[in-house]
Structures are given as structure tokens and as C-alpha cells.
């Protein structure tokens, strides 16, 4: 009876250690071997294959490009997502009439599709009849932006900010509310003893909200740099990555190394996967995550 006592608990993690296995490390696993075989487009195994897929992938000439991009893409992403995600939720976390309309309205670009939104912004972008292009002629900002038939997806100087306004803003959402259920957290007599001690807003703001918000910042910063790292339906959705490469990052690289050679895309998802835990990692270094708060 102590032995089935003691084998208790595993009725109630094991079918959560099964799903994590079959859904999470089984995934892992399958994507590591296959990244060591030769498989022909058509997903045939034709044999062992390592460590050419490797080898082939990091002679790829557009390839440091690529990761070199992807990192910036995520750091760009992240932090402005971050900045205007905490001046939104310091906004919303104030009393203002409207205040329940303008919650609701913030999650509409978290509630839709990823990938509609990026096909929508592509739509509104486009050189000939998109509403951007339309409100460029009206505020006679054509010169100024290349012209009246410049696409602006069509290059990557003006391509790449418009796939990091697009991530922020559908990004912005989920942060701004985890940031809000973190300042719900925060005892209001803190800010009545500085108010008491004199300190000024910012300063309050600085040295009281920000260190007991750290946790939920941590908590939506790193989801963002994963999700934001493996991100594909907006740069896919609005550039394809082109011209050349030169809007992929290495989810679209993969994706596209698909086509042509499903070990060495298998190769580029491993390196993806290792991408993710060096930049998580170094994140939870410099956010300090299991530091106390003073």
C-alpha cells in the first residue's frame, strides 16, 4: 500500500509528462535525427547524410547575413515592444473615461490572425492602390518616399521597418496585458509611502514599479523573444524574404531550404533551436530573473 501511495502522484503528472513528451521533446528528437540523414524532396531517407547537411548550411552565402538579421530582428522587435508596452499599460492602469473601450480595442490586433494582419498591412502597403501609398499622395510625401509607384516592400531598407511594425503590433497586445496584471499586483500603500516621503513620479516610477514589475516584464520579454525568434507568417505573408534574402531571418531560410533539401532545413532547425536557448539564456542573465528584489 505505501508503494501505490507513493506511485500517487503520478496519476496526476503523467498524462502532462506524456503530452510533453509526445508534443514537445519527441518533436526535438525526430528534427536532430533528420538533420543527420540525406532525404530526398519527397521526404525518401536515402541514407546517413552527417555532417554535410552542416557543412552545406554554413556555406550557404547568405547565411551569417541571415542570422546576424535574425538576431536584430528580434532585439528591435522585443524592445519596442517592451517600451511601448509599458506606456500603454501605465496609461491603462490610470482612470480615464473610455477605459474599458480602449482595453477592448487594444487586443483586436492580438485576437486576429498573424497572418491576415500581415496580409493586410501588404495590402495597404502596395505601390499602386494600398491606403498607405493613397495617404502618401495626399500629404504629397511621394518625392520624399521614392515615388509614386515605389514599393516599399520592395527593397529591404524600407521593407525591414515595416516587418518590425508589423511584429510590435500585433506583439504590443499580449505584452501590454501581462504587464497590466503586474502592476494589479502592486500594493497601492508602496505608493503612498513615497508620495509621503516626497518622491516624484519619476522616480517612484523608477524605483518602485519597474523592480515589482520585473517579474512580469521577464515573463513577457522572454515569451516575446521565442515567439518573435520564430516568427514566419508576417515577413513570409509581406516579402518572402526577398529580395534575395535580404528580409529572411533563419525561420524563413529554413522554410525555404525546405524545398530543396529537407536535411539541411532540418540542420537550420537545430541551429534555430540553439539560437533560441543561447538568446533565452542570455536574456534571463541580464534581466537577473532569480535575483530578490531589494
Avoid: C
Avoid at 3 to 14: D, F, K, S, V
Avoid at 63 to 90: G, K, N, Y
Avoid at 263 to 284: D, W
Amino acid at each position: 500500500m505505501r508503494r501505490l501511495r507513493a506511485l500517487e502522484p503520478l496519476a496526476w503528472i503523467g498524462p502532462a509528462v506524456v503530452l510533453i513528451a509526445l508534443v514537445v521533446l519527441w518533436p526535438v528528437i525526430e528534427m536532430i535525427r533528420s538533420s543527420f540523414l540525406k532525404i530526398s524532396r519527397f521526404g525518401v531517407v536515402q541514407g546517413n547524410n552527417f555532417p554535410a547537411n552542416y557543412t552545406k548550411l554554413f556555406g550557404e552565402k547568405d547565411f551569417a547575413d541571415i542570422m546576424i538579421r535574425s538576431v536584430i530582428w528580434v532585439v528591435a522587435v522585443v524592445a519596442l515592444t517592451v517600451l511601448i508596452s509599458l506606456a500603454l499599460a501605465q496609461l491603462f492602469n490610470q482612470r480615464f473615461p473610455g477605459r474599458k473601450i480602449a482595453r477592448w480595442a487594444l487586443i483586436a490586433p492580438w485576437a486576429a490572425s498573424v497572418l491576415m494582419t500581415a496580409i493586410i498591412f501588404k495590402w495597404m502597403l502596395d505601390p499602386e492602390v494600398g491606403v498607405i501609398n493613397q495617404i502618401r499622395v495626399k500629404l504629397g510625401l511621394i518625392d520624399a518616399m521614392g515615388g509614386a509607384s515605389a514599393d516599399q516592400l520592395g527593397d529591404a531598407s524600407s521593407a525591414m521597418p515595416w516587418l518590425v511594425f508589423v511584429a510590435v503590433f500585433v506583439s504590443v497586445p499580449f505584452t501590454t496585458y501581462a504587464l497590466l496584471a503586474g502592476l494589479a499586483t502592486i500594493p497601492a500603500d508602496v505608493y503612498e509611502a513615497a508620495k509621503m516621503d516626497g518622491a516624484t513620479k519619476f522616480r517612484t516610477y523608477w524605483s518602485i514599479t519597474l523592480p515589482l514589475l520585473r517579474p512580469a516584464l521577464t515573463v513577457a520579454a522572454l515569451i516575446n523573444v521565442m515567439n518573435v525568434f520564430n516568427s514566419f507568417p508576417i515577413i513570409w505573408a509581406m516579402t518572402h524574404g526577398q529580395p534575395g534574402y535580404s528580409t529572411a531571418t533563419s525561420t524563413i531560410l529554413m522554410f525555404i531550404l525546405k524545398n530543396s533539401n529537407i536535411g539541411e532545413s532540418a540542420a537550420m532547425s537545430v541551429v534555430n533551436f540553439g539560437m533560441v536557448i543561447v538568446l533565452t539564456a542570455l536574456f534571463l542573465k541580464v534581466s537577473r530573473w532569480n535575483k530578490e528584489v531589494a
